[in-house]
């Protein structure tokens, strides 16, 4: 049995771009269910607010998406798509759980003062 080293870099950015987004989403969450249990309305705000790291998920599969193609072209080499996934994957990984945490700070303020739930999302959107 042979590994194809060409698909190994583009798996990376993926996989670590995705469980960056799950563990992101689910401190977003835990924050949401808190503020959601406390609050009578607007619960779909806080909501859309949590899902905000799984961005950097759709960022990691246009990523692989990229770099398949490059390798494909003959653009990239097997081992410089290594070095790119596993780099930009882990970007990916520890963006989105700083992301996830920015969402639940947001989500506690928005809670308190309702007025400042859109501005939340410049800080959300620079992480």
Same mark, same amino acid.
């Given at each position: 049995m042979t590994i194809d080293l060409n698909v190994v870099g583009p798996a990376l950015v993926l996989g670590?771009? @995705?469980? #960056?987004?799950?563990? &992101? @989403?689910? $401190?977003? #969450?835990? /924050?949401?269910? /808190?503020?959601? /249990?406390?609050?009578?309305? &607007?619960? #779909?705000? =806080? $909501? +859309? =607010?949590?899902?905000?790291?799984?961005?950097?998920?759709?960022? #990691?599969?246009i990523l692989m998406l990229l770099m398949y193609d490059a390798i494909k072209a003959g653009?990239?080499?097997?081992?410089?798509? $290594? &070095?790119? +996934?596993?780099? =930009?994957?882990?970007?990916?990984f520890i963006c989105s759980i700083?992301? &996830?945490? @920015? @969402?639940?700070? +947001?989500i506690q303020a928005s809670a308190k003062q309702p007025a400042i739930y859109g501005k939340c999302y410049a800080a959300i959107g620079i992480v």
């Open positions: 670590l771009a @995705c469980m #960056g987004s799950s563990v &992101g @989403c689910g $401190i977003a #969450g835990m /924050a949401s269910h /808190a503020v959601m /249990a406390r609050i009578d309305e &607007g619960h #779909g705000k =806080m $909501i +859309g =607010m949590s899902a905000m790291p799984s961005s950097q998920a759709i960022y #990691g599969f653009t990239l080499s097997a081992i410089g798509g $290594i &070095g790119i +996934g596993f780099s =930009m994957g882990m970007a990916f700083w992301q &996830g945490k @920015c @969402c639940a700070t +947001g």
